[in-house]
């Protein structure tokens, strides 16, 4: 049974930053490429990063220099820290998993979790 639990969420003052953590269980981690979506209201959902099963990170162009995407293999943990944040960030943020090694924010996602929600004021 694989579950992505998600944490770190909560309310920050504009300028502030977060660190969100995915924690995994129930499959093989490590050969998994990951990633982080995020969902306004009224919004469509948007990605913001991948990370390879190998560590190789990628961001969507918006998200460049303000998010940082990275995981820890050994404790099965996925992590976004957000900096600089701004009120357009607030979201509920979601990490995915998919059952390969590679991937891209266009891809499709095998495991979801339920989502931290982020509120900027």
């Known amino acids: 049974h694989v579950q992505l639990v998600e944490s770190g969420g909560g309310s920050v003052q504009a300028g502030g930053s977060l660190r969100l953590s995915c924690a995994a269980s129930?499959?093989?981690?490590?050969?998994?490429?990951m990633a982080w979506f995020r969902q306004a209201p009224g919004k469509e959902r948007e990605g913001l990063a991948t990370i390879d099963s190998d560590g190789d990170a990628a961001y969507a162009d918006s998200m460049k220099g303000r998010f940082t995407i990275s995981r820890d293999n050994a404790k099965k943990v996925l992590y976004l820290q957000m900096n600089t944040l701004k009120p357009e960030d607030t979201a509920m943020y979601y990490c995915?998993?998919?059952?390969?090694?590679?991937?891209?924010?266009?891809?499709?996602?095998?495991?979801w979790g339920q989502g931290t929600q982020v509120t900027v004021s």
């Open positions: 995915a998993a998919a059952d390969r090694s590679r991937c891209t924010l266009f891809d499709t996602y095998n495991y």
């Open positions: 129930g499959y093989t981690y490590n050969r998994n490429c």
